[in-house]
């Protein structure tokens, strides 16, 4: 069935020219697959041409301008902004200058020069050439474009002359009754003559609209809330949504999608000021929609015939896909030939050969299954693709999770199966994506497994379980094939690892990239709160542990102080010990001397008794009489009595100055002229 969709979807293809695969499976699916249907709903029957015949016929009475070459949905018109470059081409036999405007979702060509063409595929009969002069500043430009040209394509090439984006263009000077007209107007519409004079004045960002608005002023309106009043027509629903100032256009049309199941490429607005038409990345704050309610309209688009199918003036073959005689089928049937399956499948990025699968059936290893699954990846899909995780879904866990805040990161699961039709398209056009790329590059670790066989989705559901736990496992389980490939957001939040968000096969990249980004913006404001929190952790941990440090140091001082107090009483001890056995030593040497100290004489000795007074270092003044032929240490002795022992003091005489313990000891008084009287002075050493 699958080999079947591919050749449909190849034919579908080749007889629309339309080369967004993603839209080609809107169509087919919509139709339930049914060709013949599918081709009358993009191409009715009055537009009917085959891609073949815009190349084939260069007839004298049609020359090709390719005006809209489709990138994305077809009808829609230019939103005027994107690159622009310029390139000479021959038209007509003679030289022009073409300005190339890439819109995003449309790529326009659009002519300038001192004529134009005769013919054109829009009808050179009831199309004009319109003259307009643009004045900006001190520049003047002038060139011709198509009445059949849109406002959008008008400011391109305004844009690719004057370098002032499309979004911030604000024209003046239309003719009367003429105001601000939508990018999607066609020129005709707008019943202007062939001269037109305008001037150009360039907008101010969105930020700085009002140049009156202070720093305040502006965080003021950011932080409002908007309230949303959005109609779903196509499902007749009403639904009340709030969002921050902060939010863009763009990302409140994701949310829209999220309720209303409408793509955001299918979404037809209305309610939208100009300024959120012009640029969706406009913040809500800065739109110009009412504050606080704003009432707008949503519906899905009804495709139009592709864009590149060519209205041919004076002959058109049609093809009744229905009812067609043989020389139709003849047509139909050539120009599907014409259209190769290799050709094909160069469109989805792939090989047109059977690929390997990307693990093997019966895989037993984690870590070996990740490094084939990313060398098969990469040989098919080339080597632009986003870098996997090589290991065990445990390690990929560990890498993105397990880390301090600081560190962490988001784990993306890619689930792979060969059996959905949109994984392909998905990985080819998705996932190579080079913003796709960078943002997980820069923010998820990334990891995949392919779950075509029932081995592999069994062992996945187990590591699952495992690392994530049931409620993980069981959301896996749920996804069914149609719904794959898959991406599995996981997010560590409060200590607790679980599932974000499940993003389906079926979004396009412009929706994929907005719910990462949303993804990031919820992960990052969750880990800078985590942050802080092991921050003021971390300072409290310091705190305790600088509070322990401080209390076993002073625990370790006091119990120095302690030790030092008890040596300090124990020396104290010992030197009292010792000095009370000196005193004793003294007091047993004293009352030795004291017991050999003969006794004093009486005054009735005459003339053989001196008379000593001695004075203390007290002040005090003490007398004895000793006989004249008494010998000095018997003297001395009689102070060692008094307690005054030689060896801590000097016994000097008053005159001549005479210090006495220096005497032979064995000298008498007479001899020494210590008599009939003298007096002594006690001095301590």
């Known amino acids: ?280 990345s406009v913040t809500l704050a800065f739109s110009g929609i009412d504050y606080p309610t704003h009432k707008l309209s949503v519906r899905k688009a009804v495709t139009a015939s592709h864009p590149t199918s060519v209205a041919r003036d004076n002959k058109k073959i049609v093809i009744d896909l229905a009812d067609s005689d043989n020389s139709s089928v003849e047509e139909f049937e050539d120009a599907s030939e014409s259209f190769n399956a290799e050709d094909d499948m160069s469109i989805m990025g792939i090989e047109s050969k059977r690929m390997q699968p990307l693990i093997p059936d019966n895989v037993e290893d984690e870590a070996s299954a990740s490094f084939h699954f990313t060398e098969q990846f990469r040989s098919r899909y080339g080597r632009t693709h986003p870098v996997f995780f090589q290991g065990c879904l445990d390690d990929a866990v560990k890498e993105a999770c397990s880390k301090p805040a600081k560190e962490r990161r988001l784990l993306a699961l890619y689930l792979h199966h060969e059996a959905s039709v949109l994984t392909n398209v998905f990985c080819a056009q998705l996932l190579c994506a080079e913003s796709i790329i960078s943002c997980l590059t820069s923010n998820f670790v990334l990891w995949g497994w392919d779950i075509t066989f029932e081995s592999n989705r069994n062992k996945l559901l187990a590591s699952v379980s495992r690392s994530l736990g049931s409620m993980a496992s069981m959301t896996i389980q749920s996804i069914e094939v149609e719904q794959l490939p898959a991406l599995i957001i996981v997010m560590r939040a409060r200590s607790v690892t679980e599932i974000f968000t499940v993003i389906h096969g079926s979004i396009s990249v412009h929706e994929l990239l907005p719910n990462l980004i949303q993804a990031v913006d919820v992960f990052e404001q969750q880990q800078r709160l985590e942050i802080k929190e092991e921050e003021e952790r971390a300072a409290r941990e310091l705190v305790k542990r600088e509070q322990d440090e401080a209390y076993f140091a002073s625990l370790e001082a006091d119990r120095a102080k302690e030790e030092a107090k008890m040596i300090e009483d124990m020396e104290r001890k010992r030197l009292e010990q010792e000095k009370e056995e000196v005193e004793k030593q003294k007091e047993a040497h004293r009352l030795q001397v004291q017991s050999s100290l003969p006794e004093e004489p009486g005054e009735g000795a005459g003339d053989f008794v001196t008379k000593i007074r001695f004075r203390l270092p007290s002040e005090k003044v003490t007398t004895r009489l000793f006989l004249i032929n008494t010998k000095l240490k018997v003297l001395m002795d009689y102070l060692v009595v008094l307690g005054y022992p030689q060896a801590d003091y000097k016994v000097l005489t008053s005159w001549p100055r005479r210090d006495l313990t220096e005497m032979d000891q064995e000298s008498t008084l007479q001899e020494l002229n210590l008599y009939p009287q003298e007096t002594v002075i006690l001095e301590e050493r």
């Open 1 to 280: 069935m699958s080999e079947n969709r591919e050749e449909i979807l190849a034919n579908f293809q080749a007889c629309t020219g339309i080369e967004d695969v993603a839209e080609a499976l809107y169509h087919l699916e919509e139709t339930n697959w049914d060709l013949l249907r599918a081709i009358n709903r993009v191409m009715p029957q009055e537009t009917q041409t085959l891609p073949s015949e815009s190349q084939a016929n260069t007839g004298p009475d049609i020359e090709i301008i390719d005006m809209a070459e489709s990138r994305g949905l077809g009808g829609r018109p230019p939103s005027g902004r994107g690159d622009v470059d310029e390139e000479v081409v021959e038209v007509g036999g003679r030289p022009r200058r073409m300005c190339r405007v890439d819109t995003g979702s449309k790529r326009s060509m659009t002519y300038s020069g001192d004529s134009f063409p005769s013919t054109s595929s829009l009808s050179s009969q009831s199309s004009r050439l319109l003259n307009f002069q643009i004045h900006f500043k001190n520049r003047i430009v002038n060139f011709k474009i198509p009445d059949t040209e849109t406002v959008g394509d008008l400011k391109a090439i305004i844009h690719a002359e004057l370098d002032v984006p499309s979004c911030r263009q604000e024209l003046r000077g239309w003719k009367r009754g003429v105001t601000s007209p939508p990018n999607s107007a066609t020129l005709a519409s707008l019943s202007l003559p062939l001269e037109n004079n305008l001037h150009l004045s360039c907008q101010q960002d969105s930020m700085a609209l009002d140049s009156s608005l202070d720093s305040s002023r502006i965080a003021e309106r950011l932080a409002q809330e908007f309230t949303l009043n959005v109609r779903d027509e196509t499902r007749d629903k009403n639904y009340c949504l709030k969002f921050p100032g902060t939010r863009t256009v763009l990302e409140v049309k994701g949310d829209v999608h999220s309720v209303t199941d409408i793509p955001v490429r299918h979404q037809v607005w209305t309610g939208w000021p100009q300024r959120a038409l012009d640029d969706d």
